[in-house]
DNA sequence: AAGCCCAGCAACCGCCGCAAG
DNA sequence: GCTTGCGGCGGTTGCTGGGCT
């Protein structure tokens, strides 16, 4: 049995909200607030709208210091690369750009910044695609073999490999905190990581201090190709928290946070990244906040972050762009981050390429370990 | 001028987490 | 520990207006 609805949905109005129920709800608030409880407010000041609407328009629209948009090249910027790193958390994103609303910049980005950013990529991977044709070309005349993952092969130095392991995202830095803290709590780690969607395992070995990372849908699933990348060493070199490889190779929005949790964990290690957390404040914006912020690297004035030396973009992605379909966050992170897929690389060989990326580097790290 | 198409945006829907009972 | 109710969130829908044919 579902839920009873919040309000009578026969009685409710819909639709677009009159000036006089703007005002009437606007007034209202100004001079009582929402009393907590939205459900009851439309009740109390006559209004045939159900709670959540109230609730939604006075968010979205009525509110004071609401801007309408009009984003400016920084805030694009922001917003891109808050995408990047922690997907379409749009609250947590309009969080960090004053007068803005998740629904504006979630429209926002819906309807221009992806396809702004579509549109470069596109143009990125026609110049690149010319570059590879011309490198296969050198490549089939020297050796006569193609350059793909081999089982057998020790090369595991090889720049063409690393090549399909971009960087992980850099970040923004603007002004966040008000104070600052080194953030080195196991802890509250485990507490922000868990906030962050319960999808981390608490199995937890305390002697060791080793989290278990077991790949199953409860539990936070940390791609071995992407931790394991020469991007995040201090990750397990420093910190105390160590990696239970998982088999898993998908790339699931939770490996989404897994990066974002590894930067985070780069940057608590990384001796010039101060890691922000604003003393006093519990909600997850906050912290994330001064998480995110945290890491003052590099990003320029077009999105160039994105479009790194090692990105390769998927046909399939350009595909769906120009047919206007619409892109998932697991798609956009395919197309930025997986490896070249193309009439000579097959899937099979993809994956052996990543499998090895990751028995090797777990090798460097766990000599011991199988 | 009329019809069509499409982008932009406001609003809705349904799910989830949390707190209270 | 459970149920219930609410707030919050992200995805989706559908209306509207402008541009194009």
Not at 25 to 39: A, E, M, P, R, V
Not at 50 to 71: A, Q
Not at 225 to 230: E, K, V
Request: aromatic share 8%.
């Amino acid at each position: 049995m579902g839920r009873a609805p919040c309000c009578d949905k026969a009685n409710v109005k819909k639709g677009p909200w009159s000036p006089e129920e703007d005002a009437k709800l606007k007034s209202y608030i100004d001079q009582h607030g929402t009393g907590g409880n939205w459900i009851a407010l439309p009740q109390k000041i006559g209004l045939k709208r159900c709670g959540k609407s109230c609730r939604l328009r006075w968010l979205n629209y009525l509110r004071p210091n609401i801007k309408h948009g009009g984003f400016s090249e920084e805030e694009d910027n922001l917003i891109c690369s808050l995408y990047i790193s922690i997907g379409s958390r749009w609250s947590i994103i309009a969080a960090q750009l004053p007068g803005r609303t998740d629904n504006d910049i979630k429209n926002y980005w819906n309807t221009r910044l992806k396809k702004k950013l579509l549109g470069k990529q596109r143009k990125e991977h026609q110049s690149r695609k010319g570059k590879l044709q011309d490198h296969h070309h050198q490549v089939k005349r020297s050796s006569g073999n193609l350059m793909v993952p081999n089982n057998n092969s020790n090369n595991t130095n090889s720049s063409d490999q690393i090549h399909y392991w971009p960087e992980l995202p850099v970040l923004a830095p603007i002004p966040y905190s008000t104070g600052e803290q080194r953030f080195n709590d196991h802890a509250a780690i485990r507490k922000f990581l868990i906030k962050l969607g319960g999808r981390f395992s608490q199995d937890h070995d305390h002697d060791h201090d080793v989290m278990i990372l077991d790949g199953t849908s409860s539990s936070l699933q940390f791609p071995a190709d992407q931790l394991l990348s020469s991007t995040t060493p201090q990750l397990y070199e420093q910190s105390s928290i160590n990696y239970m490889p998982c088999s898993s190779m998908e790339a699931s929005n939770n490996s989404i946070d897994a990066q974002l949790i590894a930067q985070t964990l780069y940057n608590i290690d990384g001796t010039d990244h101060h890691l922000q957390v604003l003393q006093g404040q519990t909600n997850l914006q906050s912290e994330l906040g001064g998480l995110v912020y945290s890491n003052p690297q590099r990003i320029d004035g077009n999105l160039e972050l994105i479009y790194s030396e090692h990105t390769t973009v998927d046909n399939r992605i350009m595909t769906s762009a120009a047919s206007g379909e619409s892109i998932g966050w697991g798609d956009m992170m395919n197309a930025l981050i997986s490896p070249p897929v193309g009439p000579n690389y097959d899937h099979q060989e993809m994956q052996q390429g990543m499998m090895q990326e990751c028995a090797f580097s777990n090798q460097l790290r766990y000599p011991g370990m199988q």
